[in-house]
Each structure stands twice: as structure tokens, then as C-alpha cells.
């Protein structure tokens, strides 16, 4: 079956540019998960959706940040002024609900190279 | 607060013997904890997952780990390794009864060597 798609695969744009990222989870699955990996690192935590409503954002790292997901299903995760230490590989995953023992299942990431 | 520690960032192995790759995590409460696997340019692929009972749990690709709760540790493990296994791999963690984020190590870079 389908699994989670990311697109764009690659973006690459200039310092103090918008960016959107878009993720398109696994069809019924109602948690949604952005994580960010940099370069020799483990991804790291931004934001869970539950549904349309943002249950923890906690990991996003200032307020050029957001995320929404207006239907409970696509997200898009916005980036205000980019910067050049944004650049990373930006990971999207879905679970079948919010249970801590479901798995997360990602897709293959947004390259993002802020020049 | 939870963590997740990978000791070793790399790990070379021969084709056919077994293959050990080490985590060891800490939580606040009990864990669940995760096994995956990453190839060039694709995402995270789930392998094995710990959430309650026997302690050698069984996954993908022949992959099996092992939950010690005395040592906070969850060894992951393979009994004879092939050189499509190269990859690198992360462990991660949820307490049971905290934050729903799923915590990840720093990764291991496996390579088997034919």
C-alpha cells in the first residue's frame, strides 16, 4: 500500500525565504509526526498532530515555525525567514492513533539546503 | 526526561557472523522501544518494536532484540549478517507515561563486509 509521501524530495532556497514542506501520511492514519535529522544525527522531535489540532509542539525551535493540518490529514510544515542552520533533512510520519505502541511510519524526507 | 544512547557510531562485521548493535535508554516511568533502519536518501524504515512481555522480541529481515530491564538496554541483534544489511540504524524510546514523541538515539552506522 501507499505510504507516507513528502514532497518537494529536494528544496533549496535563499536565506530569509518562505518555505512550505508538505506530507501526505499513511490514508487512516490519524497521528501525524514532524521530525527534523541533521547531518550524523538521530531525527529530532518538532511537532505531533492528533487529528487537525497540534497536540504537542514543544520541539519547535522558534516561532518561524508552524504547522497545520486543517482536514486531519495533509500537513504542511511552513518556515518563516530561513535560515541557513535550517537546512536539514525535514522527516514526516503517521501512526494509526495517538497509542505510545503504535509505530511511526515515515517517508523518505524534504532535503531543505537554505543557501 | 527520556534519552537514548547508541555507544558505537560505527560497526563493522563480517558477512555471516552475528551482529550486535547497542542501545541503552532512559525513562522516567516504563518504556517502549523501537528499532529502526535507514538506508541512503530514504526515510526511517520500522524494524522491531518492545512494548510489554517476552523479552527477546522478533522484527524484520531476520532482525531480533533483546529488552534487559536491569541494564536499561535494548540490544539489537542478528544472527548472520548480510551485506545488504549496511545501513544506518537508531533506536528510540517512548515512556509510557509521558510526552507521546518518540525519542531517538544518534544512529549506528552498520557495515557488513563481504
Known amino acids: 500500500g501507499a505510504g507516507v509521501s513528502q514532497t518537494p524530495s529536494n528544496k533549496v532556497t535563499e536565506k530569509g525565504k518562505y518555505v512550505e514542506l508538505r506530507c501526505d501520511p499513511i490514508?487512516?492514519?490519524?497521528?501525524l509526526y514532524w521530525y527534523r535529522q541533521s547531518l550524523g544525527q538521530g531525527p529530532e522531535f518538532l511537532i505531533y498532530?492528533?487529528?487537525?489540532?497540534?497536540?504537542?509542539d514543544s520541539g519547535l525551535p522558534n516561532d518561524r515555525f508552524f504547522a497545520v493540518r486543517p482536514e486531519g490529514s495533509v500537513s504542511t510544515l511552513k518556515i518563516q525567514r530561513t535560515e541557513r542552520g535550517d537546512s536539514a533533512v525535514y522527516l514526516c510520519?503517521?501512526?494509526?492513533?495517538?497509542?505510545?505502541?503504535?509505530?511511526?511510519?515515515f517517508g523518505n524526507g524534504t532535503r531543505l539546503t537554505v543557501t | 526526561a527520556q534519552s537514548v544512547a547508541q555507544p558505537e557510531d560505527q560497526v563493522n562485521v563480517a558477512e555471516g557472523n552475528p551482529l550486535t548493535v547497542k542501545c541503552t535508554y532512559s525513562?522516567?516511568?516504563?518504556?517502549?522501544l523501537f528499532w529502526y533502519v535507514q538506508y541512503p536518501n530514504r526515510g526511517l524504515q520500522f524494524l522491531l518494536k518492545y512494548i510489554t512481555g517476552d523479552n527477546l522480541v522478533k522484527g524484520s529481515y531476520g532482525f531480533e532484540a533483546e529488552f534487559n530491564k536491569s541494564q536499561t538496554s535494548f540490544h539489537l541483534k542478528k544472527p548472520s549478517a548480510l551485506v545488504s544489511d549496511s545501513a544506518l540504524y537508531f533506536c528510540?524510546?517512548?515512556?509510557?507515561?509521558?510526552?507521546?514523541?518518540?525519542?531517538f538515539g544518534t544512529g549506528t552506522r552498520l557495515t557488513v563486509i563481504p
Open positions: 528510540a524510546v517512548r515512556d509510557q507515561t509521558g510526552a507521546n514523541n518518540l525519542f
Open positions: 498532530f492528533q487529528g487537525t489540532g497540534a497536540a504537542d
Open positions: 525513562v522516567s516511568g516504563n518504556p517502549y
Open positions: 490514508s487512516g492514519h490519524t497521528a
Open positions: 510520519a503517521s501512526s494509526l492513533n495517538e497509542q505510545k505502541n503504535s509505530p511511526l511510519h
